[in-house]
């Protein structure tokens, strides 16, 4: 399974970086989600340093309804997916796989990403272990959450509007959770012993565990 | 008494009552489409209905 | 068809819960006293928990369902038709839950919606449900349909207590509980309790007679796809120069989504 998980994420990762769909539409687009947050906050300096973690969360949370869409889509040009199970590849590890490639992405976004909220909303940032590590489970939570939701409502013709349908609702305490713990760490405030992150474990290893045993029932059933 | 709790009671009762109209209208419609399927092409009445 | 014990238990829950609803209506209404502290608000105790019960009520037998589905021992379109049902009123349920409780607000805490925990994680609900119910009316072939709200049922029930206590942290961390004022709950004895009691019970012989109405159209639907498909085969078969292995593969098809007996 852990070998799989490795080959698709590779080979998601590959297909990636020859299309550049994540650097070319997917950043962008988050980067004008951070501009319009500002224009509707009406750029008073203090009040968008004091939300800017949650216009962050916000704005990878919209960037990853993407990501993941595109993560499943790709496996159904000329029916790709069926190919993978008829050559044996288990389920749970193509699962795993695309959530590890969707993470990966947004990890990189993410660093692109925090550049930009401190240009643009200048916050005071410290706590840099809190904010790293919230940042890697939250962001594990909504790959794992987001790959499921996404193949589950693969299929459809309604797909585009019904993935944040399901999706933001399920992944709202990640934004919460998260928001949170970086509100803690530019306050200064932070420990390892967070409630946040700890619910931000939870949730991450909660869908991996899912997305790894329902998978297969998904893409046979 | 306040408004506010006839407002609550209607919004239940009125809520459930409306459901219950279109459940029921719903199985109504349902069932007298199921009656009249014996048709032309009807070659086998083996079927349970 | 439905069998006549099952119309029989539908007519009486139906019956148990028209005079239930009744009777709490009127002693709620009309035999309790105002309370104390909140006077005639009170009144609304008697609709508003036992709805939100019956919300939860109808999303653990959704999920209970969904599990039978996907354990493959139980498996039967029985328990993916049942899992719809209670969905579907459980929705009902949690928006009446959240207009009662917005209307109970406005005059307890001056305002239509608070960021208490237990609203937030209500209207979460909500919308879970709603996608669940969205994402069934997603056209795919009935095992494939049954499989993935299974799992999407079962992915929310599992969401609603990281949800819950990601808002209750949400609201307490940062200041104190408002909402839950011990001085404003009312203090519950009497003919009050018994109100009380009627309510929940009365409200859950509603439920019973909704899922019981509402599985019975899932079942119907599904009946009148087995004979729309069963015609057009007919219609096929008589027209010239059809071959029969063709038909053989839809057939197929039909027996896949046989409907379950009831």
Known sequence: MWRDALLVAGKDLRIELRSRITINQILPFAFIVLIVFAFALDTSPDTLKEVAPGLFWLAVLFSSILGVDRAVAIERNDSAGEGLLVYGVDPGGIFLGKAASVFVQLFLLEIVLILGMVVLYGPKIGGWLLIVLSAVFATLGISAAGVLYSQLASGSKAKQTLLPLLLVPVASPVLLAATKSWQDAFAGTSSLGDPWLRLLIVFAVVYLALGSVFYSSILEG | MNGYVEAGYLAVLGGLGGYSALLLGKSKKLKKSLLPVKTKNDRDESRPL | ?262
Do not use: C
Request: hydrophobic share 50%; no cysteine.
């Open chain 3, 1 to 262: 068809m439905e069998s006549k014990r099952y119309k029989r238990v539908r007519r009486a829950a139906g019956i148990a819960s028209l005079l239930s609803v009744a009777v709490t209506v009127i002693l709620g209404l009309w035999v309790t006293p105002p309370d104390v502290v909140q006077g005639q608000l009170v009144r609304l105790i008697y609709v508003h928990p036992p709805v939100a019960w019956v919300a939860y009520l109808a999303y653990g037998v959704t999920s209970i369902a969904s599990i039978l589905y996907l354990w493959k021992r139980t498996r039967n379109l029985r328990w993916d038709l049942l899992a719809v049902s209670s969905a579907e009123v459980g929705v009902i349920f949690t928006g009446l839950t959240l207009i009662t409780g917005s209307i109970w607000g406005r005059p307890a805490w001056g305002v239509w919606w608070t960021w208490d925990a237990r609203l937030t994680t209500t209207a979460l609900l909500f919308v879970l449900y709603l996608g669940y119910l969205a994402l069934r009316r997603v056209p795919a072939d009935s095992h494939q349909r049954a499989v993935r709200s299974a799992i999407a049922g079962l992915i929310a029930f599992i969401d609603v207590p990281i949800v819950h206590q990601s808002v209750v942290w949400w609201r307490t961390l940062h200041q104190g509980a408002t909402v839950l004022n011990p001085s404003l709950s009312p203090k519950i004895h009497g003919e009050m309790a018994t109100t009380l009691l009627i309510g929940f019970i009365s409200f859950t012989f509603v439920y019973i007679w909704m899922l019981m109405q509402r599985y019975q159209i899932a079942d119907l639907e599904q009946r009148v796809l087995d004979v729309e498909l069963e015609q057009l085969i007919k219609e096929r078969r008589n027209e010239p120069g059809v071959g029969s292995s063709q038909i053989e593969s839809t057939e197929d098809v039909d027996n896949a989504d046989q409907p379950s007996k009831v």
